[in-house]
């Protein structure tokens, strides 16, 4: 379970990290997306938030993997909150801004 969480979080920290490089990206849909208030929580951008969280998902799963005891509500918590992060920028996407 640790190495798919790794496996994982590389794959979503390496989308993250392209997302945060072409937010200047041209044409309709991407500059609609990247320019609404649902780009940006607290002040950042979302793509600069998800590539901490990956990050910190990566970092835990290699201590983990190492034999550091580490607790795993933390991860649970972060995995709940994404999901829910998800599901609410989705329904932004869909019935906000109407692009599918």
């Known amino acids: 379970m640790l190495i798919a ?3 994982v979080s590389l794959g979503g920290l390496a989308l993250s990290v392209y997302t945060t490089r072409v937010m200047n990206c041209a044409g309709d849909t991407c500059d609609l997306v990247m320019t ?7 002040g950042f951008p979302n793509a600069i938030i998800a590539a901490v969280y990956y990050a910190a998902l990566v970092a835990f799963a290699a201590l983990s993997l190492a034999g550091v005891r ?3 509500w933390p991860a649970l918590a972060a ?6 992060m998800s599901a609410y920028l989705a329904w932004a996407l869909f019935a906000k801004l109407r692009r599918f």
Do not use: I
Request: aromatic share 10%; glycine share 6%.
């Open 5 to 7: 969480l790794a496996v």
């Open 36 to 42: 609404t208030p649902y780009a940006r929580v607290f």
């Open 70 to 72: 580490l607790p795993l």
């Open 79 to 84: 995995a709940g909150l994404s999901l829910v």
